[in-house]
């Protein structure tokens, strides 16, 4: 049984748009637009089901699933169920533990930052070091799943991750970003910006700076016919 009703495929951008106002359809939107960038069909796959001597977490009820590529694992979290008559809290304070983080491709010598993925921000101003992931605090809200990305630390500014698209090569010079995307051209296209304090603006048509919470901007709107977006200082 499928958890949403079904609905028609929205065809003009405008139903795509007011589809995703629809709390249920934009979450399920949210999650596949995170597979595709992560690359989840190319990851290898770890949860507190049937890999306890990998990933866990410390309350029963608290659900983990991790993926692993190329030296970053993305890890999906939720609350989802409390003892029989039990009444659920809304918030839960939570401890990730990543029992074996080599075994998630995680490598001793380097420092890793963790995106929250699910409010736009990192989820802290903290670098950890491979002995320091084996367990992190974690507040979930109940039902409402948090997925988090762990990466090794990256000088910004820089791109954190995208929606809308297949891939991205991301190029930097002194006042310029450039990405040189991969997918058709006119599709909707997000890039999640950890700006540094630098003011950036757009230099490629049909792209525009949107305000946003959290801790990146986001530059949105339709791929040009080239595939590439210019951002300036």
């Known amino acids: ?15 795509w748009v007011e589809t995703g106002r629809r709390p249920e359809m934009d979450l399920a939107r949210r999650l596949w637009e995170i597979w595709r960038f992560f690359g989840l069909n190319e990851s290898s796959r770890f949860s507190n089901f049937d890999s306890r001597s990998v990933i866990d977490m410390t309350k029963a009820g608290s659900l983990v699933n991790a993926f692993s590529r190329d030296g970053r694992a993305l890890v999906v979290i939720a609350y989802l169920k409390t003892k029989e008559g039990q009444q659920a809290d809304r918030q839960r304070d939570e401890y990730l533990k990543i029992i074996t983080p080599e075994t998630l491709g995680l490598k001793q010598n380097v420092k890793y930052r963790i995106v929250d993925l699910t409010n736009n921000r990192y989820l802290n101003e903290k670098s950890y070091t491979l002995n320091e992931l084996k367990e992190i605090p974690v507040k979930l809200i109940f039902g409402t799943p948090l997925i988090i990305m762990i990466e090794p630390e990256q000088k910004a500014p820089r791109l954190v991750y995208f929606r809308g698209v297949d891939d991205i090569t991301a190029e930097q010079t002194a006042d310029r970003l450039t990405f040189r995307t991969k997918t058709v051209a006119g ?15 757009s230099l490629t048509e049909g792209i525009t700076k949107k305000s946003a919470d959290g801790d990146f901007t986001v530059f949105s709107g339709f791929v040009p016919d080239n595939g590439v977006v210019v951002l300036s200082k």
């Open 187 to 201: 599709s909707p296209l997000s890039l999640y910006i950890d700006e540094a304090g630098i003011n950036y603006r």
């Open 1 to 15: 049984m499928f958890p949403f009703r079904f609905r028609p495929i929205p065809d003009t951008i405008e139903s």
